[in-house]
């Protein structure tokens, strides 16, 4: 773990992105990914500009379409609490107490599971899901990146350098699923997810009714939109369906975690069983 670094702690986005532009910098939110890979060595950066500091990222803030606007610098244990997810995004509250332990949610961030751009990412699949948008800033002006356009691999994600996300928008079309998180691990508790199935339906009447997404089997987080389709066909009549549809869709390896095989496997198994679940 390098000593001699320069810490920095801007108090406005602006500042921040202005400290950014300095080569060797880094982005420091809650830390639990970056600092692990600076003690492995992964990274090496000369300068951590922390964001803690600037209020704005701190906010939970109503959008006017009923939707929800969460800032980059929320904890994940504020997500899965605050009562405006819960009501309207539970699909997204599943997710994010899945992440690691409490202790551990109290400081890493939904924007930092985010942009780390792993394919096992729990909080992916629900913002996939809930068509969410992520709002970068940067010298060159802000933009809104679609969460479906946002991986781009392993580790891989659409920001360029020197972007800051800011913050995370829930549309107001979304709210109102509801479903399940169904997770898959070598053992409970601390532990990536060997396969993540999220299923919901709304009750209302928007023209989707369903949402289907997976992690950890493909070099991204998956939204499987032909099984929505097909289960806004048939509904839970297409259970079987549906769960063929969604091993034929998914691309997984074999790791530590577990075979390719027997992921592709569970994924149908825990598409059915969510799909019926629902009804």
Known sequence: MPTDLDYLAPTTVDEAISLKATPGSAWLLGGTDLLPQMRAGRKAPERLVDLKRIPVLHE????????????????????????????????????????????????????????????????????????????VASTAGRRSIPVREFFLGPGQAAINPGELVTEIVLPGASAG??????????????????????????????????????????????RLRAVEELLETKGAAAADDAAKAARAACRPITDLRGSAEYRREMVGVLVRRAVLNLG
């Open 177 to 222: 699923f509801q479903g399940s998180y169904l997770r898959l691990s070598r053992r409970k508790g601390m532990d990536l997810a060997t396969v993540g199935v999220l299923v919901g339906k709304s009750n209302g009447t928007l023209p989707a009714r369903w949402r289907v997404a997976l992690a950890a089997v493909a070099p991204t987080p998956l």
């Open 60 to 135: 939970i803030r109503e959008s006017p379409d009923g939707g929800l606007s969460i800032g980059a610098a929320v904890p994940l244990a504020d997500v899965e609490t605050h009562p405006g997810v819960l009501e309207r995004f539970p699909l997204l509250a599943e997710c994010a107490k899945t992440v690691g332990a409490w202790p551990l949610r109290q400081r890493a961030t939904l924007a930092g599971n985010l942009c780390n751009a792993s394919p096992a990412a729990d909080t992916a699949v629900a913002l996939l899901a809930l068509d969410a948008e992520v709002k």
